[in-house]
């Protein structure tokens, strides 16, 4: 079945460090790939998109994302990690020929200080 | 400058009652998309809609939901007779119209937070 799949529900990391929050998809084409972040009360803010060409992206706030057609993965990334960071972030897909997002079930980011 | 506007914010509702969600979009945003939130769950399609057109429902519950989006005024989702497994967060998105989130990406109103008690 096609579905986005984040296998870290929660993630903890210090104040300072790096981060990446995983994403893979099951479609069999190449879809289009989001990354959104959601604060706690708020809706979703789009962070960065992937459609085609260079397979690593970058988006608002520091982060960046990279396309790894051979793991249809679409993991994001930020080298260091700022408190206002903590938030929930969606991975979420727009398959071929779609035309809706389908999003993953999201990782919380807790950053310690 | 406003961004997509979700009425009521937080609406709480005892069972058998009806809940009406209002979501306008952004200025010149022609296709709006409703989504439910529950824990843990992520965000689940329910409906696409464009003007006075339901484009996909694929997503929403065969009873008691409904969704518009009318020529004139905000687009609305209508629970009926809601339960507590409605209590969720619901959220809606606007899009520019022709292409969609690949070419105009969604963006999201701050979501109604509904309660059945």
């Known amino acids: 079945a096609q579905s986005v799949t984040q296998p870290d529900i929660h993630i903890t990391v210090s104040e300072g460090a790096s981060l990446e929050l995983r994403c893979n998809y099951s479609y069999g084409a190449t879809p289009y790939l989001f990354w959104y972040v959601q604060s706690p009360g708020q809706g979703l803010q789009l962070l960065l998109k992937?459609?085609?060409?260079?397979?690593l992206v970058q988006g608002i706030k520091g982060f960046e994302a990279e396309f790894k057609r051979s793991q249809s993965s679409f993991n994001l990334r930020k080298p260091s990690v700022h408190w206002s960071d903590a938030a929930e972030y969606f991975c979420a897909v727009l398959p071929e020929y779609g035309n809706k997002l389908v999003f993953g079930a999201g990782t919380i980011l807790r950053v310690k200080s | 400058n406003a961004g997509v506007m979700q009425n009521p914010r937080h609406l709480v509702r005892r069972r058998g009652q009806e809940a009406r969600l209002r979501c306008s979009p952004v200025?010149?945003?022609?296709?709006v998309y409703w989504y439910r939130q529950l824990p843990e769950e992520g965000l689940k399609f329910m409906v696409y809609?464009?003007?006075?057109?339901?484009?996909?429902e694929s997503g929403m519950p065969k009873e008691r939901f409904s969704a518009e989006f009318p020529k004139e005024g905000p687009s609305i989702l209508r629970i009926q007779q809601v339960v507590r497994g409605d209590s969720a967060a619901y959220f809606c998105?606007?899009?520019?119209?022709?292409?969609?989130?690949?070419?105009?990406?969604?963006?999201f109103g701050n979501g109604t937070r509904l309660t059945v008690t």
């Open positions: 200025k010149g945003h022609s296709h």
């Open positions: 809609l464009q003007k006075e057109n339901i484009i996909d």
């Open positions: 998105a606007s899009s520019r119209p022709g292409a969609g989130s690949y070419n105009s990406p969604l963006h």
């Open positions: 992937y459609f085609s060409g260079d397979t």
